[in-house]
């Protein structure tokens, strides 16, 4: 079974431009999640989906980010204009119930962002 | 409130017992779970407890929770060199669907 797929890896911009990044979640997993992690911390929800709708997006800064999930599969995170202290890891993460209440969520590699 | 909490560094001999500790603010949390994150790469699952079990055991993996102090516990058996890594706790939040909070992580150096 294919992981969770993530482009680009790395990615490099500086101050004030905008950049994009892309999520393939595992197959056939309805929900999926993108994290903020920076450098010596744990990863922070932004934003959950559920098929293709908004779950919780309570922590994403709306002035300046933002993510769609078209179709319920594929979703993008985007980040315009981007700041200094938006430099951190990206990780894209989806889910599906198992049975019971429990269910995991599957990480992938991460996009690692850095804002010169 | 959301607060997870864990020891940012613990050091340990190849071979010897290695113990991960968190403590979470939660007490309604449902699940509680351990992941593990090696340089470059995402965050893998190693395994979770149920808020009304004490104890799991999974090869050489042993969670104990203590729900009255809501303290959570990973220990490694005869811990390798490629147990080097941070460890992260989570709980399931419970005024989200699924959502975990983290705590900071516990980088685990295992050293000959």
């Known amino acids: 079974e294919a992981g969770v797929a993530q482009s680009p890896r790395y990615k490099i911009i500086e101050k004030r431009q905008s950049v994009a990044f892309w999520c393939n979640p595992i197959?056939?997993?309805?929900?999926l999640y993108w994290y903020q992690q920076i450098l010596g911390q744990g990863p922070k929800l932004l934003i959950q989906f559920q098929n293709n709708g908004v779950v919780d997006d309570s922590q994403l800064p709306k002035d300046r980010f933002s993510a769609e999930r078209l179709k319920g599969v594929d979703s993008t995170l985007k980040i315009q204009p981007a700041k200094l202290e938006d430099s951190a890891v990206y990780l894209c993460?989806?889910?599906?119930?198992?049975?019971?209440?429990?269910?995991?969520?599957?990480f992938g590699p991460g996009t690692r962002l850095l804002v010169l | 409130g959301e607060d997870v909490e864990q020891s940012l560094f613990l050091s340990v001999r190849e071979g010897d017992s290695s113990v991960i500790n968190c403590t979470y603010t939660?007490?309604?949390?449902?699940?509680l779970y351990w992941y593990k994150q090696e340089p470059g790469a995402g965050l893998q699952l190693l395994t979770y407890i149920f808020s009304n079990m004490d104890m799991k055991q999974d090869q050489r993996l042993t969670v104990l929770l203590n729900k009255k102090d809501k303290h959570l516990s990973l220990r490694i058996a005869d811990t390798q060199t490629g147990d080097s890594a941070i460890y992260f706790c989570?709980?399931?939040?419970?005024?989200?669907?699924?959502?975990?909070?983290f705590g900071a992580g516990t980088r685990l150096a295992v050293h000959p």
């Open positions: 197959s056939g997993h309805a929900t």
């Open positions: 989570a709980e399931r939040y419970p005024g989200g669907y699924n959502k975990l909070i």
């Open positions: 993460a989806s889910s599906s119930p198992a049975g019971g209440n429990q269910e995991t969520q599957y």
């Open positions: 939660d007490s309604s949390s449902t699940y």
